[in-house]
C-alpha cells in the first residue's frame, strides 16, 4: 500500500502547482442570411467603384473578448471594395471602404431606458420599450465621424465608440474595440446591427463642407448615403474633384424612407424587408428595428416597478384600411413606456392563428393606435394583439 500512498501524494503535488485553466473569453456571434442587402426589397446599388454588389450585404458580426477589449468582425457577402479619396484637392489620399456598421447595444434593458433615436441619417429608430445605451460604429473614416456626430448630436455620440484602425481583409472588416466601449456582460446584452453607405458622393471634401448642418430627425445626413427613386449617375469618382453625387434607388415613397441598406434582426420575427417598410410617409414615422439577444429575451420591468409576468391579450376595437386600435387601460404615461411608438405586436386570429405584425402608432383616449406591416390580408375578425 505504501508505494500507492507516495504515487497519490505525488501526483496531488503535481497537480497543485499545474496552473489554473484560463477562462474562456466571452463572445456574441450574430448572423444574418444572404442576399437581403436592398432594405425592405427595392434598393439597388449605384454602378460606381466602392459599391460592389454584396459587398454591405452583412452576413456575420463576431465580437470576442481579447486585451483590453474585444476584437469586432464584420463580415460581407462579398469582399468591400477599397478605394482613394481625399480630404482636399491637394491633399493626399486615403483608403477607405464605403460601408459603415453600426453595432447599438442595449446594456440595462428597461422600460423608457437607453436611446430610441439612432445616429443621424440612419432614419430608422429602435424598436420596443426600451433603447440602446452604447454603439460601436465600424467605418473607414472614424476620426470624421466622431467630430461630426460629436458636433450635431453629442448626447447620442457620448455613448458611441468609433474604434481607429479597421482593416478590411477579404470579406471581413476587422477592428479591435476598447474596453470602455463594451457591456460589463456581453453575452446579455441585446443588439441592433444597421449597414448604411458612407456619404453623399464627390468625396471627403464634400461630405466635411456640408457636415456643419445639424439633420432634424427625418433630414438627411452628409456622412450617410441617401436612398433615392432611382439609382443615381456618377460621372466622376468621389476624390473630391467632382460635385455629382450618386445614391442607392428604389424607395416608394421616399419621404421618411429608411436608408438602411442590410440589418440583422431576430430570427422567427418579422423579416427586415417588414421592418424596414413599415414607415410612414404621411404620419411622419420611422420604421423601427428590434434587438437581437444572443443569450435569451430579457425581463423588461417598466421603471420602478416590478415587470409583468404576461401581457394581456388586447382584443381589436375597430379597423380602418392598414389601421387598427385596441383599448387600453392605465394613465397616459404608463402607456407610453409600456407601449412606446415603434414596438412590435403580433395579432392573434381565433384558434390561435396568426393574422400579421402591427407596429404602436401612437396613443389617445385610452386606445392604442396601430398599423399593419407589409400585409395586404383581410383583417381577421376577433382578433387580438398580443406585444
Not at 39 to 49: K, R
Request: hydrophobic share 45%; with cysteine; aromatic share 6%.
Amino acid at each position: 500500500m505504501l508505494p500507492e500512498v507516495r504515487l497519490t501524494a505525488a501526483l496531488l503535488a503535481l497537480l497543485l502547482c499545474l496552473p489554473a485553466p484560463a477562462a474562456r473569453a466571452a463572445e456574441v456571434v450574430l448572423e444574418d442570411p444572404a442576399g437581403d442587402d436592398n432594405g425592405p426589397g427595392t434598393y439597388a446599388y449605384p454602378a460606381v467603384e466602392g459599391f460592389r454588389p454584396g459587398s454591405f450585404d452583412v452576413r456575420r458580426v463576431r465580437i470576442r473578448e481579447s486585451p483590453g477589449g474585444a476584437d469586432l468582425e464584420v463580415s460581407f457577402q462579398a469582399p468591400p471594395d477599397v478605394v482613394a479619396s481625399r480630404m482636399r484637392q491637394d491633399s493626399p489620399s486615403r483608403p477607405i471602404f464605403m460601408p459603415v456598421v453600426d453595432v447599438y447595444m442595449a446594456v440595462n434593458p428597461a422600460a423608457g431606458s437607453g436611446h430610441r433615436a439612432l445616429l443621424p441619417g440612419r432614419r430608422v429608430e429602435a424598436a420596443g420599450a426600451f433603447g440602446w445605451d452604447r454603439a460601436i460604429v465600424v467605418t473607414a473614416v472614424p476620426d470624421l465621424l466622431e467630430a461630426h456626430y460629436g458636433r450635431v448630436a453629442p448626447a447620442l455620440a457620448a455613448d458611441a465608440c468609433f474604434p481607429r484602425g479597421a482593416a478590411v481583409a477579404g470579406k471581413t472588416v476587422r477592428v479591435h474595440v476598447p474596453r470602455r466601449c463594451l457591456p460589463s456582460e456581453l453575452r446579455k446584452a441585446g443588439f441592433l446591427v444597421v449597414v448604411t453607405g458612407l456619404g453623399p458622393g464627390a468625396g471627403l471634401q464634400a461630405m466635411v463642407k456640408s457636415s456643419l448642418r445639424p439633420p432634424g430627425r427625418d433630414a438627411t445626413d452628409p456622412w450617410v448615403r441617401e436612398v433615392a427613386p432611382s439609382v443615381g449617375v456618377c460621372n466622376v469618382w468621389e476624390d473630391g474633384s467632382g460635385t455629382s453625387a450618386c445614391s442607392f434607388g428604389g424607395c416608394d415613397p421616399c419621404d421618411w424612407a429608411p436608408f438602411v441598406l442590410d440589418a440583422i434582426v431576430p430570427p422567427g420575427g418579422a423579416s427586415q424587408r417588414d421592418l424596414l417598410r413599415a414607415y410612414g410617409a404621411g404620419a411622419r414615422s420611422l420604421a423601427a428595428l428590434p434587438f437581437t439577444f444572443p443569450g435569451g429575451p430579457p425581463a423588461v420591468a417598466a421603471a420602478g416597478a416590478s415587470p409583468p409576468v404576461q401581457d394581456p391579450r388586447l382584443p381589436v376595437a375597430g379597423t380602418r384600411g392598414p389601421e387598427l386600435t385596441v383599448r387600453v387601460e392605465g394613465a397616459p404615461e404608463a402607456v407610453a413606456a409600456r407601449y412606446p411608438a415603434g414596438a412590435l405586436g403580433a395579432i392573434i386570429c381565433p384558434g390561435e392563428r396568426p393574422g400579421g405584425t402591427v407596429v404602436v402608432k401612437g396613443h389617445a383616449a385610452g386606445f392604442l393606435v396601430l398599423e399593419r406591416v407589409a400585409d395586404e390580408s383581410p383583417m381577421c375578425d376577433g382578433a387580438s394583439v398580443v406585444f
